[in-house]
């Protein structure tokens, strides 16, 4: 038997960071979960009703003035004394248009956000608050099966969107980010919430600037960071020296999302519950395993961040062999984090170090079809004309364990290829 693994493409969720917007501090984590001024408790995954990707609706018509959006300049916003200030830097980026800003219209949309919340963007383009609110409307969708007051909350949730233009190292900037919080906050108690959407080389530069000088003085601060952690595991060790010299491990939040992929999420309850399973999980019955990613469209403006990791950084290093591992492990002692972490380290330890005769390496190029020109990925203005990052990848790694003994495990990750799918 060939297992091959299928992916719906993502819902909106998090991962185990079920802490990330609750009210509590370090001082006090018995009320993990509980929004300040929020009615329900914090669960925040948003799926819709039959589990499956929040569908879009029409996108809102751009607004070409201030006056359609419903403002919220200091603005009492509800009856709690703390606000939640979440900021994304990278704001103008792929991550942040396509998947962060939808993703806090979807809490919005579902109630899971605190009453007293707003959202800024900060990065180096300029940008006014309506050129933000523009991009942001540009990508915001609803439920299908609940469309009431669609547009109204869409006008609200982006009368709560700001903008501040900075440099990602620049403190003096970072302050003046902090004067902005400081002044939609209005001198209520705050907790801040800085989303790192931005290439990993300028990680710590900015949790250096963000904490010393846009830190919440009277709330919690917390940072969620984006995969890939670092280029290799000795900037990995790097960052995570660095990211410590200004948080503690309680504020920070690293994000693979696909783990919270629906098919990712469900592997280990179809592994582990299903008796019919267990028995069949292993070198006996599979004769090999394929975890293939595949995409339809190129970098598109991306090459800032994707030159310098590549596709292997990129998705196999992280999503994919957190895929893997979850796949190979053996029975975690629970489905606790903790316990589910030790099973994956194993298989880790127990991998075959990958030979270069293993791997196949390739970047897209150019092509025209039916009259219309595609792009190679050293066409991209973003993008070096000299660049030899891959952009495709494909490999066999192989796990030295009783299971799964001679079993290979074929990756292979493409961008700009002929179908997206992930399998
Ligand atoms: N795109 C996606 O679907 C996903 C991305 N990620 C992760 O999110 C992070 C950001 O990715 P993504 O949004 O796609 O990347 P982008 O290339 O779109 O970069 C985001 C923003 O960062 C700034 N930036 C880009 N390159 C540089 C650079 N070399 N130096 C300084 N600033 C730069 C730009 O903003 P400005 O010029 O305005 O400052 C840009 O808009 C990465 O860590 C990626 O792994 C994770 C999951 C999915
Ligand atoms: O992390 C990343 O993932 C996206 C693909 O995510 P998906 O949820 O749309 O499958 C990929 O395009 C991007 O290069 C990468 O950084």
Redesign the pocket.
């Given at each position: 038997m060939t297992f091959t693994t299928h992916f719906s493409h993502c819902s909106t969720s998090c991962n185990d960071n079920s802490k990330l917007f609750s009210s509590s501090s370090r001082s006090s984590p018995a009320i993990h979960y509980r929004f300040s001024g929020s009615r329900r408790l914090c669960r925040y995954r948003i799926n819709s009703a039959n589990g499956n990707p929040l569908k879009a609706l029409p996108s809102l018509p751009i607004s070409e003035s201030a006056a359609d959006y419903d403002y919220d300049d200091n603005v009492e916003t509800g009856d709690s004394h703390s606000t939640l200030s979440i900021t994304v830097v990278?704001a103008?980026?792929?991550?942040?248009k396509?998947?962060i800003f939808p993703a806090l219209f979807a809490l919005y949309y579902e109630d899971w956000l605190p009453q007293n919340f707003r959202v800024f963007g900060y990065?180096?383009?300029k940008m006014t608050d309506e050129e933000l609110r523009n991009m942001i409307s540009r990508t915001l969708t609803c439920r299908v099966d609940k469309r009431e007051d669609c547009e109204q909350k869409m006008n609200n949730f982006l009368g709560r969107c700001f903008y501040q233009a900075g440099q990602?190292s620049s403190e003096e900037h970072f302050a003046e980010l902090d004067t902005k919080l400081k002044e939609k906050e209005g001198g209520k108690s705050s907790n801040r919430l800085f989303y790192l959407?931005?290439?990993?080389?300028?990680f710590v530069d900015v949790v250096r600037c963000a904490s010393l000088r846009a830190s919440s003085a009277t709330g919690w601060t917390r940072v969620i960071v984006?995969?890939?952690f670092g280029r290799d595991s000795e900037s990995s060790a790097e960052l995570t020296k660095c990211l410590k010299q200004y948080l503690t491990e309680e504020q920070i939040f690293r994000i693979d999302?696909y783990l919270g992929k629906e098919l990712v999420e469900n592997l280990s309850v179809l592994r582990f519950s299903n008796r019919v399973f267990e028995p069949l999980w292993s070198r006996d019955y599979i004769r090999n395993v394929q975890l293939i990613f595949s995409e339809d469209f190129g970098t598109e403006?991306?090459?800032?961040?994707?030159d310098?990791?590549g596709i292997i950084r990129?998705i196999m290093q992280n999503h994919l062999l957190q895929i893997l591992t979850l796949f190979a492990m053996e029975t975690p002692v629970s489905l606790d984090a903790e316990d589910i972490r030790n099973e994956k380290v194993k298989v880790l330890r127990s991998m075959k170090t990958l030979q270069l005769e293993d791997v196949t390496l390739g970047q897209y190029k150019g092509f025209s079809k039916g009259g219309k020109l595609y792009p190679g990925y050293t066409d991209d203005p973003?993008v070096p004309k000299d660049s030899i990052t891959p952009t495709f990848a494909a490999a066999a790694l192989f796990i030295n364990n009783a299971r799964w003994d001679g079993v290979p495990f074929l990756m292979k990750a493409g961008k700009a290829l002929h179908t997206k799918r992930v399998v």
């Open positions: 990278g103008s980026g792929d991550l942040a396509k998947k990065a180096r383009t990602y959407s931005i290439p990993p080389n300028i984006e995969k890939p999302h403006g991306r090459g800032g961040y994707f310098n990791y990129d973003t």
